[in-house]
């Protein structure tokens, strides 16, 4: 049967990582990481899984290749099942395929959670095995650098701190030609709440940031925008498993916010982000809850259309689809919100199937996107469930309110030819509502 | 022969019950001493309401997506398990043994009943085997260990039928019996088997972390 070994897929920061490995170097790192990070869990899982194979149809790898070496259990047992079989000592070439299965054939989309019985966390597994790989310093090149980006900036793209609100005024400025009262206003203490999002948005999707404003603006709402570091809600140092990292950009984060004296941050339509916001990081920190209470846009869009804050002057017509991002549906259960918001704003909704909790990754999420070309292919044509299940809805528009999502949803989109646009939920808003003079 | 039986009933037994007993025990009390330790930030979430809202959709039949998804694994695997406990619990065969050893006595099951259900729990196994063998994703996954606890719960059942239907020699076949129920036993606590002991926990667990975390259901 065909394994990873068979499908190796080169990339230059694997590749350099692997050359400074030796066996014995592997296992004294291994088994470090085992005594000192991996507890119960790891032992239970490793222990229990009884492999009855029933997770293989939750994962969406499998469910487009049909080849069992994409399964979840099939993913633990090419990598860490190997690593605890020999103790950790394994040639370095076994640790490049533990980091390609790792980093590149898993989102940690956690859907196999609702198919094994004894509950196995195959997604917290493969991030152990990334976190093997991180200290080996064995990481995909494209990952590695948004990681290096945001331990030197605090961001994910490089943004340097004066690049930063200069674009939040160059938005500001153009939306004042639409709307001449409107501010992006810049560390204004004691504000309602801060509004943070993913370095990729003053990057290059400034058009995000401008609507966010006119959303607010139009909704009469009191917020800011950090001026400091801080500001960027995204964490890829959490996917490449430098938890170290990882909890500093998080603190940044936060502390931005406490800083501000903000009743709650309000983070923009990225699923990964909330995930290391609401979930991950804090728990690093040592914080069972957080801080700073944080809510995904979705839930804050759902609020001010509760409170009549947002008016619209026609609902879009054509029929839309929901794509449930994980890490806001099986991480945050914002799936019916998102419903109503949506059912708000459209008239004809058709539902995918499966959905809410249920529903497939878009195979871009986990980092995987963020490691670039080399992996770009694996990663749509190992999607073509969810194009069939686009396709099935036989709509144009699909809603879903994760950059990510939108990532890996268009690239299937083109690549399967679906005749088909993704669409956020402030798109939307922004284009559907009752402009203020 | 009759020497190694009475061990096998004697002395093997007490010790099977207690290595199984004690052990499941001390396997359950160590690993919550380890989490508790180790996974404070991950045991600071348990919730048992969510843990058991998800534990009712998990132990009933197509109660949860993975079962409705695999439906021939769950059939099987629900009668397997049902029997597997039910069968060696109350088998006249079992309650005689205990009766005349320790004078405990409880309402068997009619003999037909206890034949036809462990012949269930010999075909499910062998419908494990043929899976294992033949199904690409579960052979893929399949290491010696997992023949071994087939085996033993297989053996034990095999065996059991084979002598209450007097096939082969009856005092042999009886003792590999009992042998082999004490094997199993005796696994329960240190092998694969431990799903049993386990199981349960890791469930709860996360399905705590989806109930009280993540507002979302785990089944
Ligand atoms: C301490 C260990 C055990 C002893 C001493 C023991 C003893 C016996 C005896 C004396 C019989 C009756 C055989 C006959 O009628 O000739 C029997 C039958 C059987 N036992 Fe056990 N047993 C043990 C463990 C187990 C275990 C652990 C299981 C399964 C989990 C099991 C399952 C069965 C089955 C399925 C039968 C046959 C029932 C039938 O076909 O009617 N036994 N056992
Ligand atoms: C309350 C206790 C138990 C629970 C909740 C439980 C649950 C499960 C589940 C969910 C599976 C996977 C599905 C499948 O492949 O059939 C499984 C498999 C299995 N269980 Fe259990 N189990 C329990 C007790 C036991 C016991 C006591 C034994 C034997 C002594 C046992 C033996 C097996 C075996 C041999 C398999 C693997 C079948 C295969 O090869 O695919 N289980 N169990
Ligand atoms: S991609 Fe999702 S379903 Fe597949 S193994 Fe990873 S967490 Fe499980
Ligand atoms: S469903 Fe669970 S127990 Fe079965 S093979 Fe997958 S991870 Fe292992
Ligand atoms: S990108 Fe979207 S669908 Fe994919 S893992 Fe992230 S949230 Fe899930």
Redesign the interface.
Known sequence: MKTIADRLIEDEGLRRGVGRLTPEKIQKVFKELVAGECGARMKTYMETCVRCGMCAKACHYYMSHKDPSYTPVAKVSQTMWRLFDADGKVDPEVIYQCAQVAYTECNLCRRCIHYCPLGIDTGYIISVVRRLCHKLGVTPQYIQDTAHSHSATMNQMWVKDDEWPDTLQWQEEEAREEFPGLRIPLDVEGADFMYSVIAPEPKFRTQLIYQAAAIFHAAGVSWTMPATPGWDNSNMAMFTGDSEIMARVERAHYEAAQRLRVKRIVMGECGHAFRAVYDVANRWLGWKWHPVPVVHSVEFFWELIQQGRIKLTHKFAEPVTIHDPCNVIRGRGLMEKLREVVHFLCDNVVEMTPNREHNYCCCAGGGVINCGPPFKNVRIVGNSIKAEQLKATGVHWCIAPCHNCHGGLDDIISKFDLNMHTKFLGDLIYELMEKPE | MHALYDLAVGPLAWLAFAVFILGSIYRLMS??A??L???A??V??ISWPHAIRSLIH?VTPFG????R??PG?TIV?FLFHICLFVVPLFLMGHIVLFDTFHGWSWPALPDGVADTLSIVVVLACAYFLW?RLS?????????SH?WLVLALVGATFLTGVLAYHRIGDNLFMTTLHVLCGEAMLVAIPFT?L??ML??F???????SE?GS???????
């Open positions: 690993m919550r380890l989490a330790k180790k996974d930030a991950f600071a979430y998990w949860a997506l993975g079962w998804e695999n694994v695997t899976r199904v690409p994703e579960v052979r893929f996954v399949t290491r997992d694969r431990s799903h386990f199981g926990f890791s469930r709860g667990y996360i399905a989806f975390v993540r507002f979302a259901k785990d089944w």
